[in-house]
């Protein structure tokens, strides 16, 4: 057994290798600025994108399509002024910041350089004040509807980082393990419910429970075959940490591979019309993710309180050995874990690429914030993790009332920061976990 664990390692090594140095290089066609439009979270199609070069010579432009996106080539690298056209936006849109309607980005080598405009819904912004002082108040109520529609949006977020972060955590519980290739069971999640229901025709009410059973399995499997095996060889935590880095990059890869570069969408339920609920603006299918992410964690928490075997998982994860001497059968927990932990994750992942694209690096996009999520929240706790992820999800979306979207994530980094400063084992962890 010891030499099929070294052979297969020796064999995802090489296949990493090979699709990292070989299928890496063979998508980038070019070098090129790409991004994709979205108001509320919707795609905002029929807006003209400019590209010049630095001293102001036309490079290109393009037009948002359906799902939002636009690309422009770029004849090699370098620094390119990208300038979105503001009188092709539609009605009800407009720029978050209207002084950021050019934006200058680097071009790599090789590389599509992504690039984001923000926008909003469109309010009345003359500022001309009257006797009454309506063009103040708004301005005031403008303001505070933006507020509230980011806290929604963010709220919707930290509900889908929630249902990672709980089989992440409860992973790190019971096993130890830091797993860096969580974020590649979302992206995991999503792209099975795309072949389902895009390649073989399936309603993506039938392709998404049939893709949480398949993650299910494949999640079983992948702690039968691999993790457990090298459990059972004593591997150093720390070599399964780096182990789980070189999983990551060898799915993430193979999604590459499989699927393509391009962001894609489901067939059903890509584009809806806003329904209007006080200052919020939110499409029904937002508000059923946020039903569905609800109903699983209530489910997950009662499940981990009230069953058996959640009850087995959260002795496992406070003490393995006594869970052993007291009868308890950790190694099929902790496969049950991985079993659930995956499928929640690759609900999270389809629900994700339902509210944004399905793309092979929707999973890379989300770890950080994952990770933040279940440090903030308190290490190896279920519970702590969907606190942490609230926290996270709704601050780096209200953040960009102040600062650029593309740095927002940077925030929620600060956040955690300054938060474990003042109690390290996070919002509901215990100072045991620590160390």
């Known amino acids: 057994m010891r030499r099929a664990v070294i052979a297969f390692t020796a064999f995802l090594g090489g296949l990493i290798f090979l699709l990292a140095s070989g299928p890496a290089t063979a998508w980038a066609d070019g070098e090129s600025v790409k991004g994709t439009l979205k108001s509320q979270g919707q795609p905002v199609t029929g807006v003209k994108i400019s590209v010049t070069d630095e001293g102001g010579k036309p490079v290109g432009d393009a037009t948002s399509n359906a799902q ?8 090699s690298a370098g620094a390119y002024k990208i300038t979105i056209d503001q009188s092709t936006l539609p009605a009800g849109v407009s720029l978050r910041f209207k002084d950021r309607s050019t934006l200058t980005v680097q ?43 980011l806290a929604f949006e963010g709220l919707s977020l930290g509900l889908i980082i ?57 999640g079983y499997g992948q702690d039968w075959l691999f993790w457990g095996q090298l459990r059972k060889r004593k591997t150093g935590l720390v070599s399964m940490m ?23 969408s489901y067939a059903q339920y890509t584009a809806q019309e806003g329904i209007q609920i006080g200052p919020i603006s939110a499409t029904p299918k937002s508000l059923v993710i946020i039903a569905i992410d609800v109903v699983v964690l209530v489910a997950v928490g009662l499940a981990l309180v009230y069953t058996r075997i959640g009850k087995a998982t959260r002795a496992v994860a406070d003490n393995p050995a006594l869970a052993a001497s007291s009868g308890i059968n950790v190694d099929r ?58 926290v996270v999800g709704v601050f780096i979306q209200v953040s960009t009332l102040w600062i650029p979207p593309e740095t927002k994530n940077v925030g929620a980094l600060a956040v955690l920061i300054i938060v474990l400063l003042f109690r390290p084992q996070g919002i509901l962890g215990r100072r045991e976990r620590i160390g």
């Open 107 to 149: 071009v790599f080598e090789g590389n599509a350089r992504n690039v984001l405009f923000a926008l909003d819904a469109a309010t009345n912004q003359s500022g001309e004040k009257t006797p009454d002082g309506t063009a103040a108040d708004d301005e005031s109520d403008a303001y505070w509807g933006r507020v509230a529609q």
């Open 333 to 390: 927990v902790i496969r049950i874990v991985w079993a659930g932990g995956t499928a929640i994750a690759a609900l999270a992942g389809i629900l994700l690429g339902l509210s944004q694209t399905v793309n092979y690096q929707m999973g890379l996009q989300v770890l950080l914030l994952m990770f933040a999520g279940v440090t903030l929240g308190g290490l190896g706790t279920a519970f702590g993790a969907l606190v942490g992820s609230l």
């Open 242 to 264: 780096i182990i789980s880095i070189g999983v990551a990059l060898f799915l993430r890869y193979l999604l590459l591979f499989l699927f393509g570069g391009s962001s894609q």
């Open 162 to 218: 929630a249902l990672g972060a709980v089989g992440l955590s409860l992973i790190f519980g019971t096993t130890g393990l830091t797993n860096f290739a969580h974020g590649e069971l979302l992206a995991i999640g999503a792209f099975i419910a795309f072949f389902l229901n895009t390649t073989l025709g399936l309603h993506l009410l039938i392709a998404a429970p049939l893709a949480v059973l398949i993650a299910a399995a494949f």
């Open 68 to 75: 939002g996106t636009w690309e422009v080539p770029v004849p």
